[in-house]
């Protein structure tokens, strides 16, 4: 099992940048590629960002292409998502999530992770 902690969401102005983390827990010692996801009021979950075990790949969605970089830091098994020049539209509440590593693909359906954090509300005003 792995337990991971979202953190870093809040009120910020449109143009503005945030850093979301996310802290895993528990049986780390396997390797996990990582998922970003979002929900906004109203709204279905939907892929943000994508970082492999290694953290050697990376994908995301058009939508934040540009603007949003992931990375993580394995000796502290949390992954970030770096969130630049932010838009009222990127207002949701963001989940990371996990799955186990087999292999060297990204994944970027909800269907696809196992394990998922309990959210971070990032709020852009405009």
């Known amino acids: 099992q792995v337990q991971l902690v979202e953190s870093g969401g809040r009120l910020v102005q449109a143009g503005g940048s945030l850093r979301l983390s996310c802290a895993a827990s528990?049986?780390?010692?396997?390797?996990?590629?990582m998922g970003w996801f979002r929900q906004a009021p109203g709204k279905e979950r939907e892929f943000v960002a994508a970082?492999?075990?290694?953290?050697?790949?990376?994908s995301y969605a058009d939508s934040v292409k540009g603007r949003f970089t992931s990375s993580r830091d394995s000796a502290k098994n949390t992954v970030y998502l770096q969130m630049n020049s932010l838009k009222p539209e990127d207002t949701a509440v963001y989940y990371c999530?996990?799955?186990?590593?087999?292999?060297?693909?990204?994944?970027?359906?909800?269907?696809?992770?196992?394990?998922w954090g309990q959210g971070t509300q990032v709020t852009v005003s405009s």
């Open positions: 970082i492999n075990w290694s953290g050697s790949r990376t």
């Open positions: 528990g049986r780390t010692s396997s390797s996990y590629h």
């Open positions: 999530a996990a799955r186990g590593a087999s292999n060297w693909a990204l994944y970027v359906r909800e269907y696809e992770y196992t394990y």
